[in-house]
């Protein structure tokens, strides 16, 4: 050996770190960490991969906001994570009751932005999007470092104090083995046990052998987890950080001031002329026969939605840059809140003729979907106002309004809607008014949608009652068929509303008239309940 490269004699040689490693930011990795994330792993897989249902994905949801606060390794304290964890658990209550593939997506998307929370950064929507695909990038820097870890660990020999509990536990377990051996009658005993124990293990982990497709989702999920855990630092760029208030600078007549003055002018007078026509027509009359109620109250209320959306946008466009150093400004202002009346008038328009729908015949899921649409463009509207006086940029505006829509979009995916519609219409026809019951039979509905139609039972109008019926006992017998699979169906399949709902059926079962019993009596009541029902779609 050439003697240069001998190492003195007593030393030994070591390799240097790497960049990674002498980083003066870079902090190692706990066993906490390193537990969390072979946890959030098992957890997607046991809850989502090998699971069946939606009470997987509120296993899922419930718990990766736990192993995150525990497994972070640099978390920032932000008010909005409570905020984050309160939205969560309210989409993991949804999946457990009833769920849906929107409630899914909002808790997907509510994860990313609880993940995002934890840097400190404020999770707005595009934002979020974008820290979530950036989670690749850090998860390969953070599986870097384990490997760094890993290369330059080396074990050491365990203290005094747990070598005083170790050694005794190994020497009593070999000590005990031999006596074992020495005894024929002992050692078949547990032979026998330790074979019906080895069988069991053997039947287990044939079970649990994950696939090829498995063992990929499992190295996504911790790839993913761990760009989450050992986060990258958010950087200062234009990316993340942006000022909301717009710059101060010298006062000048803006070029666009006057063409914008007359368009507010312009559209002041349209919408007073509009208003007026929209109230003398359809605000105190009654209604002929053949009034065309989808085309005023439904296709109607969607343009007018249009138009409230359109006034946001070209708000928010005239009051930014120079116009708001012009010297005018105020006068623009009080056209601006001239038309902002008009708008809340127009929107107050919108919701009465949605109002007009729902009182002909009933809720369904769309017109729960264009109240909250028209609350949306309400909330964003007043935004673009919040912007105007307190001279926000259009960025703070997109930023807040985009919170608005998802926010509608979640309660829409999270709150009982079917519930709520079915006991809606329900009221109304034992109210006397059976028009809303033409939404019972023409749309489809969930189990806690079902749960609501027993108080029809009891319903006066015949043809009601006996399609209820007949709805009900083809529901029960549908579940009955699949009885035979419910010991072998996977708990993450199992739904609240479902096991209410098929307890419910059973018990209600005896008040069913005689023709519920037969396929072919069902058929004909339903069918007559739907060409009853039908003069009100």
């Known amino acids: 050996m050439d003697p240069q490269f001998t190492p003195p004699y007593g030393t030994t040689s070591r390799r240097p770190l790497s960049p990674i490693l002498s980083d003066p930011s870079f902090q190692p990795a706990s066993w906490r960490e390193i537990t969390c994330l072979l946890l959030i792993v098992a957890v997607a897989d046991v809850a989502v991969y090998r699971g069946q249902g939606y009470s997987?994905?509120?296993?899922?949801?419930?718990?990766?906001?736990?192993?995150?606060?525990?497994?972070?390794?640099?978390?920032?304290?932000?008010?909005?994570?409570?905020?984050?964890?309160?939205?969560?658990?309210?989409?993991?209550?949804?999946?457990?009751?009833?769920?849906?593939?929107?409630a899914v997506l909002a808790g997907a998307f509510l994860t990313v932005c609880f993940a995002m929370s934890l840097t400190g950064l404020p999770p707005w929507v595009v934002r979020a999007l974008v820290y979530g695909s950036r989670l690749v990038g850090a998860g390969h820097r953070a599986l870097s470092e384990y490997w760094q870890l890993l290369s330059h660990w080396s074990p050491s020999v365990p203290r005094g104090s747990v070598?005083?509990?170790v050694l005794p536990i190994v020497t009593l377990g070999l000590f005990g083995l031999i006596f074992t051996l020495a005894n024929p009658d002992l050692l078949k005993a547990i032979s026998t046990e330790l074979e019906l124990w080895a069988r069991l293990a053997n039947q287990w982990l044939v079970g649990f052998t994950p696939g090829p497709v498995e063992i990929l989702f499992c190295?996504?999920?911790?790839?993913?987890?761990?760009?989450?855990?050992?986060?990258?630092?958010?950087?200062?760029?234009?990316?993340?950080?942006?000022?909301?208030?717009?710059?101060?600078?010298?006062?000048?007549?803006?070029?666009?001031?006057?063409?914008?003055?007359?368009?507010?002018?312009?559209?002041?007078?349209?919408?007073?002329?509009?208003l007026g026509f929209?109230?003398?027509?359809?605000?105190?009359?009654?209604?002929?026969?053949?009034?065309?109620?989808?085309?005023?109250?439904?296709?109607?209320?969607?343009?007018?939605?249009?138009?409230?959306?359109?006034?946001?946008?070209?708000?928010?466009?005239?009051?930014?840059?120079?116009?708001?150093?012009d010297p005018r400004l105020d006068s623009l202002k009080r056209l601006a809140w001239i038309w902002s009346a008009l708008n809340l008038m127009l929107a107050v328009a919108v919701i009465h003729r949605l109002l007009i729908y729902v009182d002909f015949n009933g809720m369904t899921?769309?017109?729960?979907?264009?109240?909250?649409?028209?609350?949306?463009?309400?909330?964003?509207?007043?935004?673009?106002?919040?912007?105007?006086?307190?001279?926000?940029?259009?960025?703070?505006?997109?930023?807040?309004?985009?919170?608005?829509?998802?926010?509608?979009?979640?309660?829409?995916?999270?709150?009982?809607?079917d519930a709520w519609i079915n006991k809606y219409n329900v009221g109304r026809v034992l109210?006397?008014?059976?028009?809303?019951?033409?939404?019972?039979?023409?749309?489809?509905?969930?189990?806690?949608g079902l749960l609501q139609l027993f108080p029809l039972l009891d319903c006066d109008n015949t043809v009601i009652r006996d399609g209820v019926s007949a709805m009900l006992a083809s529901e029960l017998t549908s579940r009955h068929r699949s009885a035979d699979d419910a010991e072998a169906r996977h708990?993450?399949?199992?739904?609240?509303?479902?096991?209410?709902?098929?307890?419910?059926?059973?018990?209600?079962?005896?008040?069913?008239?005689?023709?519920?019993?037969?396929?072919?009596?069902?058929?004909?009541?339903?069918?007559a309940f739907r060409d009853y029902a039908w003069q009100w779609y």
Request: aromatic share 12%.
């Open 278 to 325: 929209e109230f003398q027509t359809l605000w105190f009359r009654e209604f002929p026969d053949g009034f065309h109620y989808s085309g005023y109250a439904h296709e109607g209320a969607a343009w007018l939605t249009v138009a409230l959306g359109l006034a946001t946008v070209l708000l928010s466009l005239i009051f930014r840059g120079q116009v708001l150093r």
């Open 431 to 448: 109210a006397g008014d059976p028009a809303p019951c033409v939404q019972i039979i023409a749309h489809p509905t969930s189990d806690e």
């Open 163 to 165: 070598l005083s509990i």
């Open 56 to 102: 997987g994905y509120a296993l899922l949801f419930v718990t990766l906001p736990v192993l995150f606060l525990a497994g972070v390794a640099r978390r920032e304290r932000f008010a909005i994570q409570w905020v984050m964890g309160l939205l969560l658990a309210g989409v993991s209550s949804r999946l457990a009751w009833c769920g849906n593939p929107g």
């Open 365 to 417: 899921r769309m017109r729960t979907i264009g109240f909250l649409g028209i609350a949306s463009v309400i909330s964003g509207f007043l935004f673009v106002v919040a912007k105007i006086v307190r001279q926000r940029t259009f960025r703070w505006l997109i930023r807040r309004h985009l919170w608005t829509v998802t926010f509608a979009a979640y309660l829409y995916c999270v709150l009982p809607v």
């Open 219 to 274: 190295l996504g999920t911790g790839w993913l987890a761990a760009g989450v855990l050992r986060p990258q630092l958010p950087d200062t760029s234009d990316d993340f950080v942006q000022v909301d208030v717009a710059p101060e600078t010298e006062v000048a007549d803006a070029p666009l001031f006057a063409p914008f003055r007359n368009t507010l002018v312009s559209v002041i007078g349209l919408f007073v002329v509009y």
């Open 491 to 527: 708990w993450t399949s199992h739904q609240c509303a479902g096991d209410e709902l098929l307890d419910r059926l059973e018990a209600e079962s005896a008040r069913w008239p005689a023709n519920s019993n037969s396929n072919t009596g069902r058929s004909e009541a339903i069918n």
